[in-house]
């Protein structure tokens, strides 16, 4: 399994920019396919965002499409979620995730540790 670490989460006012990064330790994080996901209190872990081992396919959950944006630096082995525009609406924990297929919670086998994100009205 791959080891993850979300950091830049912080508190931000609406229609504010997080950029959120996953650093994965090991040398195969290439080869997975990487996810975000969210949690607001007392609410499921809801599917945000997924892009593949290359980079060349990325799915967005429509409540926040157009307004984030996931990407992926190999070489860093790191997964980014770049989100502007920010709603009260988007507050949560935010979790990265690896190796899983698109929306699909239960098919990441590894999970970061989570990053609060905190958006003031």
């Known amino acids: 399994q791959v080891q993850l670490v979300e950091s830049g989460g912080g508190l931000v006012q609406a229609g504010g920019s997080l950029r959120l990064s996953c650093a994965a330790s090991?040398?195969?994080?290439?080869?997975?396919?990487m996810g975000w996901f969210r949690q607001a209190p007392g609410k499921e872990r809801e599917f945000v965002a997924h892009?593949?081992?290359?980079?060349?396919?990325?799915d967005y959950a429509d409540s926040v499409q157009g307004r984030f944006t996931i990407s992926r630096d190999t070489a860093k082995n790191t997964v980014y979620l770049q989100m502007n525009s920010l709603k009260p609406e988007d507050t949560a924990v935010y979790y990265c995730?690896?190796?899983?297929?698109?929306?699909?919670?239960?098919?990441?086998?590894?999970w970061g540790q989570g990053t609060q994100v905190t958006v003031s009205s």
């Open positions: 995730a690896a190796g899983g297929s698109g929306h699909y919670l239960y098919s990441y086998g590894s």
């Open positions: 090991g040398r195969t994080f290439s080869i997975y396919a």
């Open positions: 892009i593949t081992s290359s980079g060349a396919a990325i």
